[in-house]
């Protein structure tokens, strides 16, 4: 009985960790399609990622973790992969928010657990049940419903805008990223294993957006773009890369990414606040059925 209470007990810290993610990512998700035409998307995120990782290994040292970092690096590979992975995520989605509104970007997000669903089950045979298949395809409806403007000509054609079709594949890459988590870990702690992704990620943005880096005039950058790069550097970087660690140590990758459904409606919160006008009231419908398909999703 012990043994199952702990498992349920840590159950509920993924939950609560995946609940957490997704109010924070949809942060970003707001502020990146203010700031999106002011600094190139490589430029800013190499800057946050490098921040990101500078504040994780702060923690490391205050905690005296650094022997424990270095032996993680035994395999280095591992975080090349997941920093990959990551670095295509971030980069089209700010490239994405150029054109498409913060709220049908994060709809095109809310396909990610399906994708994350069959990686999971190629990676780690994580067998998904009729009832999870049935809310993955109902997320999948809300979320196309969004993208498309509940449209249904539009749909019908599938006329899909190019900073939706852009970010998609960095979706991919994110759902794919999820279960890798849980293969390539060997046991290091999930603060150090952030870290070196985190690193690594800053690492491969920077090489490949070097020409951006040097070209960006950085004191001439309007105040709301440094608060984003220290908003993605802190809350959508540091702390959501080590949430998403967390959770997936605890829970399977489709329970983790449908949290991902909530994006949509954290995001209309974020609009709210930020003084943006709302979506039309039939496009919200989508967003309604991305809850459900939470609800289904978290359903024991």
Not at 241 to 256: D, E, G, H, I, W
């Amino acid at each position: 009985m012990s043994a199952l209470a702990d498992t349920g007990q840590e159950a509920r810290r993924g939950h609560l960790a995946m609940l957490a993610f997704s109010a924070l990512i949809a942060g970003s998700f707001s502020l990146g399609g203010q700031v999106a035409n002011d600094i190139a998307p490589a430029a800013l995120n190499a800057l946050r990622f490098a921040l990101s990782a500078a504040l994780v290994g702060v923690v490391i040292g205050l905690r005296g973790g650094w022997g424990d970092a270095r032996r993680a690096m035994a395999a280095p590979w591992r975080y090349t992969l997941l920093g990959g992975l990551f670095a295509v995520y971030f980069v089209t989605m700010f490239e994405g928010l150029k054109t498409a509104p913060p709220v049908s970007a994060a709809a095109v997000f809310t396909l990610t657990p399906v994708m994350s669903g069959l990686f999971g089950y190629l990676l780690l045979r994580q067998v998904m049940g009729g009832r999870i298949v049935l809310a993955l395809c109902l997320g999948a409806m809300g979320a196309l419903w969004v993208i498309f403007r509940a449209d249904p000509a539009a749909l019908m054609a599938f006329e899909i805008g190019r900073g939706e079709a852009i970010f998609f594949w960095g979706c991919v890459a994110h759902a794919f990223y999820t279960p890798l988590v849980r293969v390539l870990n060997r046991g290091e702690p999930i603060l150090v294993f952030t870290f070196w992704t985190l690193l690594t990620t800053a690492v491969i943005i920077g090489a490949y957006g070097w020409t951006d880096i040097r070209a960006t005039d950085w004191g001439a950058l309007r105040p709301l773009v440094w608060v984003a790069i220290l908003y993605t550097a802190v809350a959508a970087s540091s702390m959501t890369v080590f949430l998403v660690q967390f959770a997936t140590m605890r829970l399977p990758s489709s329970k983790v990414m449908a949290y991902t459904y909530l994006t949509p409606s954290w995001v209309l919160i974020w609009e709210l606040a930020l003084g943006q006008a709302l979506p039309p009231v039939l496009v919200l419908g989508g967003v309604g059925l991305t809850i459900a398909a939470l609800v289904l999703l978290l359903k024991d």
